[in-house]
Structures are given as C-alpha cells and as structure tokens.
C-alpha cells in the first residue's frame, strides 16, 4: 500500500514526533487527533504552580529539534508547552490537527483491513493504519477515600488546577507525597494560612541542581549547534549511567542511597521529622524524586505533615486514624495517574471484537510495548513496559519511531496493507522484560504507581536506553506477518 491513511492519537510529544517523522518520509495522508484545545499532551494539561520536568531540557526535547534557548537545565511546563506549540509550527503540522476532538473507540474491520475510528462529536472515520500516542500520565488518579464527594469545600486534582480558586487565608490539605505535590506545595504554602500534607510514603528525594542558562550561553547555542549536541550528549551519558541503580547492582543502589540520605541529613535537623521522611524501601523502587525545597517547606511553622492514614473526608475536615480531624477549606489530590490503565477511557477491538484492556486485564503483553497480537496496524508510542525511571521518555519514544517508520516503508515497498506481531514474538519479548524484571529495585516489595493490581510492572523497561535503541532501531519483518 503506497499511502496508507494514518490516525494518530494524542499532540503530545509522541503524536508530534511521530506525526514529524511520519511526513518526512514522505507519508502525508495523516490525522492527529487530541482531545485538547491546543497542542502539548501532558504539558498542556498540567499548570500546576511549580510544574517543571525532571529531565533536564536539552535533553527531555526531540533529537532532531534542538532548543537552543532553553532558559534553564530543569525547564517549567510553559517553556515545555511553548517548545511543543513551536514544533507543530515548524514542521507545518496544523493542518494535519484535528482538535477538541477524543477518540472513544478504535474497530478493526477484518473483511476492510482497516481501522474505523470513533469520536466524541459521533464522527466515524477509516483507516489504514493507527499510532497512539496517548502516553501514561493523561488520566488523573483519584484515589478512593471515603466521603470525598461529601466535601463541603473545594477540591481538585492537581493536574485539572483551579487557577480561579485563591488559596490565600484558606486551610488547605493536600493527599499525596509524589512527583506533582512536591513541585506545588512548596508553591501554595506562601499563599495558604495553613497548609496540611497528608503521606502515606515518603519518597526518596535527591537534590535539584539547576541552574540558569545565560543569554550569553544562549547565543552560543544558537551560533554553535555543535555546543547543543555535546550538551544534550553529556547529559544523556550521566542519566544512563544511572541506570545500573534500578538493574540491581548493589554499588550503584548504595550510592543513590548516600545521597539521597545525605541530603535529607543536611537539610533535615529534627530527628522525629527525619524518621517520618525516610523511606523504608530502596532508591528507585518508587520515582526519585528531586527537589531543593520539599524539605525546608516542611518544616514551617505552617506547615503539618500527617502520616496516619486517613479513615475518611467529612463535610469540612479530614479525619485520620490517630482519631485527629483536621478543619480544611480546600483539599488538592496530588495522587498521580491512572498509569496501568493505558489506553482508557478509549476501547480498542481488534480481531474477533477482543477488546484490548480486557486483554491486558491480566497483563499488558507487547512487542517491545509497540505492537500487540491480534491487533493488526496498531501501533503504540510510550506503551506499557517503555517507562523510564532514569533517563528521558522522549529517547523511548524516538527508538519506537524506528520500528514504526520501517514498518511502514516495508508496507509500501511490499505491497501489503499492513503487519500483525506474531504471538510467539509476543510472547517471547513480554516473557523476557518479565524475567528481567524480577532482578530490579522495582521488584522489591514496595507499592508504587508502576504496578498494577495485580502486583505486575506493566510501565517500565527494565534495561538501559541503549538495549532498547539496539532492539527497536530497524523493523523486523520476523516478527510480525503481513496483513494482505
């Protein structure tokens, strides 16, 4: 098939680069859906105060769209945003945008060999091929506490912000510990009378070492590209290096845990509120996090941290198992993503009408999390088992274009109208990332995001960048069998 239509699912950075690459090699008959008003996946839907990123941004952008105006080495969701909107400018995407617009449900049609999709506005539309690039972190959690809808103040998830709501002169409670709540507590405590956190683990916490680029530096990005690519490179070896902390290698677990210890050492001098913040779980098991004010925050005078659990939210307080209820005006739930529910709400059926998340249901078996048995021309972009815990999602994402763009040109230089993965190579692949899951940090014994209910890690690659670049660098015909 020379020019396969293609719908892509999501103007993040993994419908964006894929849409990019996709028109560079010369496929044009694309639609990029999103459910947005704008372009920007999660940095367009997470303006908490405080949001940034904690990949430094040379790097945590696309290899073949450097920023030399970067304004600092951690950059904050506006410039993020900014970089993305910039990108579908550049590349002449918005033509190709199909806004406001989410896609219910996906329907292989096996007599048509082609995908119909479905969206919010009841439009029903065919494909040839589909690429998803929803991503992981686009459902916000909220957590089952009892009587939280019977709260007389106001609440809202951090990533759905009330920028209307003043926090000023209010009681305010925050559910959660993770990587939202400790970038936006330090932020609402100068603004809140008082401020309540409520934890149920402490996370390991390492230092933030920022800094400004100076417009000085700047220009020389821009003069010297070559200045950019060594940056970029110097930054992705030291988060690589990383890595042997999450695989397993006691040494380099030992030293994340010196700093991380050592840190909260120096920036923590009270012994009762240093034991409630030491994790009881190695580095890694749950997302380091960084920052240079968390610790500092909690210990203002305004500031409470509870670690009993909480038993239930009543009209205008919330009570805690020590048998505490502590009055609140406004409660914010900095409890993450729906990360293992990967593709909801959006139903996807493919051969036989087997919806694809009842098929996950006990396990999210993947190709490499880029391809799934049974689910022909379905592509997945930062899939289950492709998370990072060291390093940044847009190296994934582009290592999956590979695969993805070589598929497509042996689909038109073939002459077939697609590829399915083999069960077999299914089955082998999903079998290995298990097993050599079982050898991480991750497998040992904390509850955290990564893993499903089950207790399964769906989310995370258990390897290095490299390993992952290496296997998904060319499409494999092998693997998959062609769809005539």
Known sequence: MSRPRIAIIGAGFAGL??????????????????????????????????????????????????????????PR????????QHAADHFGLRPFL?????????????AART????????????????????????????????????????WFHSARWDHDHRLKGERVGV??????????????????????????TPPWIVPRNDRSFSPAQRRRFRRYPVLTRLHRARIYLENESQVLAFLGNRWASAQARSLATGFLDRQVADPDLRARVLPDYPPGCKRILISNDWYPTLQRNDVDLVTDPIVEVREHSVLTADGTDHPLDTLILGTGFAATEFLSPMKVFGRGGVELSEAWR???????????????NFWLLAGPNTGLGHNSIVLMIEAQLHTVLGALAAQRADEVRGWEV?????????????????????????????LSEGGRNDTLWPGSTIGYWWRTRRFDPRAFRAVR
Not at 179 to 200: G, K, W
């Open 175 to 200: 559910i959660g510990t993770g990587a939202s709540a400790i970038q936006f507590v330090p932020e609402i405590a100068r603004r809140a009378e008082r401020l309540t956190v409520f934890q149920r």
């Open 17 to 74: 680069g894929a849409a990019i690459q996709l028109r560079q090699a010369g496929f044009d008959d694309l639609v990029v859906f999103d459910r947005g008003a704008e372009v920007g996946g999660t940095w367009r839907d997470n303006t908490y105060p405080g949001c940034a990123c904690d990949i430094r941004s040379h790097l945590y952008s696309f290899s073949f769209f450097r920023n030399p105006d970067w304004t600092s080495e951690y």
């Open 362 to 376: 006990s396990g999210a078996a993947t190709y490499l999390g880029l391809a799934v048995s049974g689910f022909p």
């Open 77 to 84: 969701q506006p410039e993020i945003e900014a970089y993305l």
């Open 422 to 450: 083999r069960a077999e190579a299914q089955d082998r692949a999903y079998a290995q990332v298990q097993r050599r899951m079982g050898r991480t940090v991750w497998a040992s014994g904390c509850h955290s995001w990564y």
């Open 115 to 154: 995908w119909s999709v479905h969206t919010s506005d009841g439009d029903v539309e065919t494909f040839d091929v589909v690429i998803n690039g929803t991503g992981p972190l686009s459902r916000p959690q909220v957590p089952d506490v009892p009587g939280l809808d019977r709260f007389a103040g106001t």
């Open 98 to 110: 199909r806004l406001r617009t989410e896609v219910t449900e996906l329907r292989w049609d096996e």
